[in-house]
């Protein structure tokens, strides 16, 4: 069973930086991708970063400068660096894997980011 685990959420004020973890367990071969979302109280979740393989990466460009996904070599983990974090960064972040030759679709249960001013 395919399980996707968040960390390195919490408070932090404006101009700080914080770093996510994914953790994806029970995937047999190498994921395909893997992404960050985000959702904040009343809006739609919206994709944070993601990369592809272990290199090929895309950000809106909301983020773009700020936040620098990457991933470890061979393995199903990746990490968001996110700096200079505005109030309106503020946001449950989800992990989400795409299996093997994209087979399969895997949600974590998000970690909270708050940012204040």
């Known amino acids: 069973q395919v399980q996707v685990v968040e960390s390195g959420g919490g408070l932090v004020q404006a101009g700080g930086s914080l770093r996510l973890s994914c953790v994806v367990s029970?995937?047999?071969?190498?994921?395909?991708?893997i992404g960050w979302y985000r959702q904040a109280p009343g809006k739609q979740r919206e994709l944070v970063a993601r990369?592809?393989?272990?290199?090929?990466?895309n950000y809106p460009d909301s983020v773009k400068g700020r936040f620098t996904i990457s991933r470890d070599n061979g393995k199903n983990t990746a990490y968001l660096q996110m700096n200079n974090l505005q109030p309106g960064d503020t946001a449950v972040y989800y992990c989400n894997c795409e299996g093997p030759l994209g087979r399969g679709d895997y949600w974590g249960r998000g970690t909270q980011v708050t940012v204040s001013s």
């Open positions: 990369i592809i393989g272990g290199y090929i990466t």
């Open positions: 029970g995937m047999t071969g190498n994921a395909l991708a």
